[in-house]
């Protein structure tokens, strides 16, 4: 089993990776209503804005270079449609490959429209040369979250010149080439054009002081490490310093376990892949906390097993079926030795969560885990309750429990509304820094 160190920089990659620029107009993942329908493909890299679509890189050899449209465009509509970052997947299905379609684009303040003729989505997208893949952020080994206009550093890649340029975690980027930032878009945007060897600097601010670092542009796609083949299309992953998992449709992917893990314990292994709780398909399994134990089924190489699980595995298992995609949901508060801690991992739930039921409330982070010796054990937070609010402030899919603690001081006692059993109460905490 991998370091802490080793299983936070991958927690922190995957934050990346989550956070970055969509490859569009490439949904591999999208189904069509017919399997012969070739899916429409426009090929740009997009982050989505209130007001349209910023383009973050364009992809060579595709509609969108002929068409030349360019890194920091905000296209608005497609054939007068408005498009957003909720909508263009509604709108482009729309659309049939050999269409043409009129984008209106913004550009340096001037608003025009130009055509693009949809080809069908390349099956090479992500093997051909010919569609070298536009840099950004986690490309070349930085690693940034957003907090309302501002952006902020939370790792980079070990062994990479972007380490090596000695940022700290929670540098705020202020511009990149001399291009002022406010969104991790932004951000993409201005690292798109480079290439490996080109020179970088980024600009941060640290307290009171703006230091530029600078850096030769490495790109790691091509260096990662090969791993093991999934078993199961993944949506959303979990993960301790000792499990992984993967949640796909129909079942969990045990990625790596530890011996010391209780589910270790109760017979489970690496690549084992879990397809039923409690004698229901797993998607269904919505009500794990009752009894001692959870009887699951396990799919190997060798055949369905079925293990009896503690009670205590429900969150974990429940984690990847409530759990909204597109977002960081496994989050450690304290990820370095001078930030603040609250000492949970949580889950950030959705509206309609069924963990709501019975009550008002329809926001929160539920606590998945309570990690001993941090304030939340100290202040008697367990695992099941539901943070609503942290001094008021409510934690919400926008602004989550993790940014609510970001920018407390240690030693502050902080205020949390919690949901515990239906019923709304208040916790006083002591935040500490991270150990």
């Not at 069908?120 to 569609?131: M, V």
């Not at 879990?274 to 998607?283: C, D, L």
Request: net charge negative.
């Amino acid at each position: 089993m991998k370091t802490y160190l080793q299983n936070l920089i991958r927690l922190l990659v995957l934050m990346a990776l989550l956070t970055t620029s969509v490859i569009a107009f490439a949904q591999e993942e999208m189904e069509t209503a017919a399997e012969t329908q070739a899916i429409p493909f426009i090929g740009v890299r997009y982050w989505g804005l209130d007001e349209g679509i910023l383009v973050t890189g364009v992809i060579p050899n595709t509609p969108a270079a002929n068409a030349d449209l360019e890194a920091g465009d905000l296209v608005t509509a497609f054939d007068e449609t408005f498009i957003d970052f909720a909508s263009i997947r509604e709108v482009l299905l729309t659309y049939n490959a050999g269409d043409t379609i009129s984008l209106s684009v913004e550009r340096g303040g001037a608003a025009f429209a130009t055509d693009v003729t949809l080809v069908a989505l390349p099956e090479d997208l992500f093997s051909n040369p010919d569609y070298a893949m536009p840099l950004d952020l986690a490309s070349v080994g930085l690693y940034v979250q957003q907090c309302d206009d501002k952006v902020y550093v939370v790792a980079a890649l070990a062994g990479s010149k972007v380490a090596e340029a000695g940022f700290h975690v929670y540098d705020r980027l202020i511009s990149v080439d001399g291009d002022a930032i406010d969104s991790i878009g932004a951000a993409d945007v201005a690292v798109s054009d480079l290439i490996e060897g080109d020179e970088l600097a980024i600009t941060v601010l640290r307290g009171d002081r703006e230091l530029t670092m600078k850096m030769i542009v490495e790109d790691h796609r091509r260096r990662r490490n090969p791993r093991h083949r999934p078993r199961l299309e993944v949506n959303n992953v979990y993960q301790t310093d000792s499990i992984a998992l993967g949640y796909g449709e129909n079942a969990i992917e045990v990625q790596e376990i530890s011996p010391a893990h209780e589910l270790y314990t109760a017979g489970l292994r690496q690549y084992d892949l879990i397809t039923a709780a409690n004698g229901a398909a797993i998607e269904d399994a919505k009500d794990l906390f009752s009894g001692e134990a959870i009887n699951l089924t396990v799919a190997r190489a060798s055949g369905d097993l079925r293990f009896d699980a503690p009670s205590s595995a429900a969150p974990l298992l429940m984690f990847g079926i409530d759990a909204p995609e597109q977002q960081d949901r496994s989050v450690w508060l304290g990820l370095h030795e001078k930030q603040v801690t609250l000492g949970v991992r949580y889950i950030q739930l959705e509206a309609d969560s069924p963990y709501f039921e019975g009550s008002s409330v329809r926001h929160g982070a539920y606590v998945a885990e309570v990690i001993e010796g941090l304030p939340a054990a100290g202040a008697g937070l367990q695992v099941g309750d539901i943070i609503v609010a942290v001094e008021g402030e409510p934690a919400t899919l926008e602004i989550d429990l993790r940014n609510r603690i970001y920018f407390h001081q240690p030693g502050d006692e902080v205020t949390l509304d919690v949901l515990r059993n239906g019923e709304l109460m208040q916790v006083e905490v002591t935040l500490r820094v991270s150990s």
